[in-house]
């Protein structure tokens, strides 16, 4: 059963345009959200998260989007740059008990061309 | 302040043999987690360790078990290895005291399983 899932398995866009990622969640008990960046042979490093009291958080050129009701959130890059080429995941947090347990997508890789 | 390391980075078993992982999260960090990352698959999350005791745990066979020592440093142990447990296997430190504490990764240790 996947809670959290990233339909797009891929994304191209050229270089200073915007790059689009989504995810879908199912578990209405997600209350914290997070999108991770992963380069091949590296472990995945934190890009940004959003809380379900919010519905918008960004930090420089990314955005996260939250829309509860659909459950739904989106990360947005602008404008896009050829280092940002790499796989991102989402994951969500429960809101139940103290614990560090993510739940993640299946990734979207992105590619950004110069 | 250093990253997470976990050791090895390769690991090359054949089926039946057991292997043992290990993962020295950030001075201070006082949570660590695994995951399993296979091909297709997001990250899947395995346990969670906070001072030395088990916090969390997924849903994988009882042949996948760890500990936490008293410096907070992480072992996970795969007893009876199958082809199917080959995969990238990720720790991810971070303070533990709130579910919302960014957490970081390991660069992750690659066991293939022949």
């Known amino acids: 059963d996947q809670q959290v899932k990233q339909n797009s398995p891929s994304l191209s866009v050229q270089e200073g345009r915007i790059s689009i990622l989504n995810c879908d969640y199912t578990n209405s008990m997600f209350d914290y959200f997070l999108w991770y960046k992963k380069y091949p042979a590296e472990g995945p490093t934190f890009l940004i998260s959003?809380?379900?009291?919010?519905d918008k958080n960004e930090d420089g050129r990314f955005t996260v989007f939250l829309n509860k009701s659909a459950k739904h959130l989106s990360l947005h890059i602008v404008p896009s740059q050829p280092g940002d080429s790499a796989v991102y995941f989402c994951a969500a947090s429960h809101s139940s008990g103290n614990t560090g347990k993510l739940i993640f997508g299946q990734g979207t890789t992105l590619q950004v061309k110069p | 302040k250093a990253g997470v390391t976990q050791t090895p980075r390769y690991l090359i078993k054949t089926r039946g043999q057991q292997v043992t992982l290990s993962c020295s999260p950030i001075s201070g960090h006082r949570s660590v987690s695994w995951y399993q990352q296979t091909p297709g698959q997001g990250l899947q999350f395995l346990f969670e360790?906070?001072?030395?005791?088990?916090?969390n745990k997924g849903n994988f066979p009882g042949r996948f078990s760890g500990r936490q020592f008293s410096n907070s440093r992480s072992e996970m142990n795969v007893s009876t290895l199958e082809l199917g447990d080959s995969a990238l296997y990720l720790c991810?430190?971070?303070?533990?005291?709130?579910?919302?504490?960014?957490?970081?990764f390991g660069p992750g240790t690659r066991l293939t399983v022949l």
């Open positions: 991810a430190s971070g303070p533990g005291a709130s579910r919302t504490d960014t957490q970081y």
């Open positions: 360790y906070f001072s030395e005791t088990q916090r």
């Open positions: 959003i809380s379900s009291i919010k």
